[in-house]
């Protein structure tokens, strides 16, 4: 396998977890490149499910090398948390994980900023998962974050704590908030240290490394392209670059050492949160909900839900570069009789094959449909593409055809071995 970049081709949730496990077989290193534990990746081993936050999927897997990347930012308590879940359920997590002494750190004070500030949005708010990943990010980028590389020396970790904690507790009391406390938050901050300081190197040069030996790359990426902070429905986005690009600056991998991208996307699509969504509709909603599917695995909340949007997946394919895709969910279709498409947006009278920059704008577009039947068929026991049903094959290349890149993977179950590959 080369080096292959896996992203969310719709506004995440579209089974990356379970894609990034099925393709570990044939990679050596998985790396997470962006986002936080504001992310759950969720996979299904025999009669066992996995949510994974901020460790990457192949930990699951023996011989298999995991990576905490720079472009990460890291709660090193919740990080601890997830370390010592894993373990408790048999799952090894020693010198198969590595974290970048440069991923910047998520504080108490950036989860009460991120609480705070959706509560004075009021009807405006973005409906971030308040996992502080914002205001980390906003740290970051203003040069005032702490880094993990920080945690290794308790002198100069409490110097940087103590000025940060100054200033940020000042715009908390100005916002009506309780003020972080610092003996307590010190005590948690350091005794995380002391787990995760095995852990903490230069991954930048341990993949570079790795890729000298010919080891093979696999990164996984967070949330989905339409959450991108460039490229997504600003301003209800994640605060980090989702889409294919993010891999290289997240992790120091140029471009040119990247080989494929790979698009997951849904058989239909669903949101979490506020912003747009052309192809919302009821109906899919309540079948889903009704069938127990499309609830997060971070915060629990519904998704929305509506019928595929290839006007957005085409955009994705085109921003990502995306060379191959995996379809998800193609069960979850397995009892509706008939299915719609969304092929182009109207806007204004006028027909648009890409959607708009501007929320707003993307708000008001009209949805294109085109219908297809449906398969009235249970499809999850199924694993060559040829024993689809013949309606379930036109759809899924259909799909991949509308969106412009070659279909790879169709999923029809949670489970690792519910996997058809091209």
Known sequence: MANTILVGAQWGDEGK?????YLTDEADIVVRSQGGNNAGHTIVHGKEKFVLHLIPSGILRRGKTCVISNGVVVDPIALVAEIKGLRDRGVKVGGNLLLSDCAHLVMPWHRLLDEQREKHQGKNKIGTTKRGIGPAYGDKAARTGLRVGDLLDAKTFTAKFNRRLRENNAV????????VSAASTMRDYLAAADVLRPFITNTVVYLHEAMKQGKHLLFEGAQGTFLDLDHGTYPFVTSSNTTAGGACT????PPHRMDTVMGVMKAYTTRVGEGPFVTEDNTVTSLLHSMGREFGATTGRARRCGWF??????????VNGIDEIAITNLDGLDNVPALRVCTAYRLNGKKLDYPPTDATDWERCEPIYTDFPGWMKDTSGIREFSKLPLNARRYARALTDLTGAKLRIVSVGAGHDETIRL
């Open 309 to 318: 949007d290839a006007v957005a997946t085409r955009y994705a394919s085109m």
């Open 17 to 21: 977890g379970k894609i990034i496990d």
């Open 250 to 253: 997240g992790s120091g991998v």
């Open 172 to 179: 908390l009391r100005s916002l009506g908030a309780k003020p």
